[in-house]
T-cell receptor
Framework: GENVEQHPSTLSVQEGDSAVIKCTYS??????FPWYKQELGKGPQLIID?????GEKKDQRIAVTLNKTAKHFSLHITETQPEDSAVYFC????????????FGSGTRLLVRP | NAGVTQTPKFRILKIGQSMTLQCTQD?????MYWYRQDPGMGLKLIYY???????DKGEVPNGYNVSRSTTEDFPLRLELAAPSQTSVYFC??????????????FGEGSRLTVL
């Protein structure tokens, strides 16, 4: 089955700096890659996603890149702010009928004021 | 619009007890999921459902059961609670995950402790 590995497990950056979180997946049939943000005591919320027919997608300060050949994708946050502090999860979904969204182990991001 | 509602938010169980975590959604989503989240770990899929009357196993189904008699409700049952089932449980729902954004809408979680 699908396996998603996520690095780093923790990341501390100064406010205004950029943050990059990387994920690799094992199943070449995966074709949908979302990123979720989880704030303390809450459920995860989708922040950006990308499908396998696209190499990069941006939404204001957040961008995701996908390299299908290498089977890895990354989340980039620019001009980080304290409210970006949270746990971030990547995930991968197979395009077949299984519809199992498999998550990485999460990255705890701390943005220091 | 309530979204996905889980109950209870907190529960302490003794080893061997049984309980049901309730989940309901009001977005008319066909797809529903149960995940567990252990400290320092990601979300592990327990069971999921693609519509009323249809359920399937995820990554970690052992020790759990589900049913889907209606589109709105997707309860998760623990039959013989074990300490290994101490975790935070999240229910989620979505439209067809391969269409549109594929976004999962999560509930706020149910923290279960088995002693």
């Amino acid at each position: 089955g699908e396996n998603v590995e996520q690095h780093p497990s923790t990341l501390s950056v100064q406010e205004g700096d950029s943050a990059v979180i990387k994920c690799t997946y094992s199943d070449s049939a995966s074709n949908y890659f979302p990123w979720y943000k989880q704030e303390l005591g809450k459920g995860p919320q989708l922040i950006i996603d990308i499908r396998s027919n696209v190499g990069e997608k941006k939404d204001q300060r957040i961008a995701v890149t996908l390299n299908k050949t290498a089977k890895h994708f990354s989340l980039h946050i620019t001009e980080t702010q304290p409210e970006d502090s949270a746990v971030y999860f990547c995930a991968a979904l197979r395009g077949d009928s299984s519809y199992k969204l498999i998550f990485g182990s999460g990255t705890r991001l701390l943005v220091r004021p | 619009n309530a979204g996905v509602t889980q109950t209870p938010k907190f529960r302490i169980l003794k080893i061997g007890q049984s309980m049901t975590l309730q989940c309901t959604q009001d977005m008319n989503h066909n797809y529903m999921y149960w995940y567990r989240q252990d400290p320092g770990m990601g979300l592990k899929l327990i069971y999921y459902s693609v519509g009323a009357g249809i359920t399937d196993k995820g990554e970690v189904p052992n020790g759990y059961n589900v049913s889907r008699s209606t589109t709105e409700d997707f309860p998760l049952r623990l039959e013989l609670a074990a300490p290994s089932q101490t975790s935070v449980y999240f229910c989620a729902s979505s439209r067809h995950p391969a269409v549109g954004t594929g976004e999962l809408f999560f509930g706020e979680g149910s923290r279960l402790t088995v002693l």
